[in-house]
């Protein structure tokens, strides 16, 4: 097996996405050194941190984490960069591999990616933040449901909007559809990058007002945390 590994490793040069450098045996997608030099957050998966107090406040969310502070400019940026526009679809399993210990905690029942746009899926190729959510549903024995949510239509940019018109516009661009029923499960909302977080609550209130009595949470590969 080494053999072969060593003979594929030729052919397809596994290197490190972030540095370039050839990967070792024991190395995937991220080469340890710019494993170390990652900013993880430590966030555990409980509602005790910064990015589950700002989530809590626009929605009823149950627990939260993310991986990674996000900088534009800095590692974890570049690492989302390469994940969205250079079809680097194998950072979100990697990164869902450094995430999924922390939901050991409260393993949810059910995992749900946040939809791209049909638009934008087209010209990407893949959602993002589905790899990421099937290898944390792998992980940790959920259920991956990839098409429950869709994205309805193309929602403007929320530049130029008061708060009220950019939630009207962020909520109507989600639909949830399921004929199973979720009451009492715990379900895990996941996305790639967090900002404003407005997004996501927009979700949760949907799929909370579908499913009053279900646990919604949330799990992401980086955090932009305000400043
Ligand atoms: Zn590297």
New binding site residues.
Partial sequence: MKLLQSLLDLVYSRT??????PLTHDEDV??????DELPFTHYDFSDRHKLARILQAKAPIHKATSLLFYSKTGLSGKLIHKLKYHHHARVGPRLADFLAPRLMTDPPHIILPVPLHPRKLRLRGYNQTEGFARRLARHTGARFVPNALRKRRHTPSQTTKSPWERWQNVSQGFKLRTRSNWNGRHILLTDDVITTGATLAAIVQIIHHKFPRARISVASMAFNLPH
Avoid: T
């Avoid at 991220?30 to 494993?35: D, F």
């Fill in positions: 490190c996405v972030l540095c370039a450098r991220i080469c340890r050194r710019c494993i």
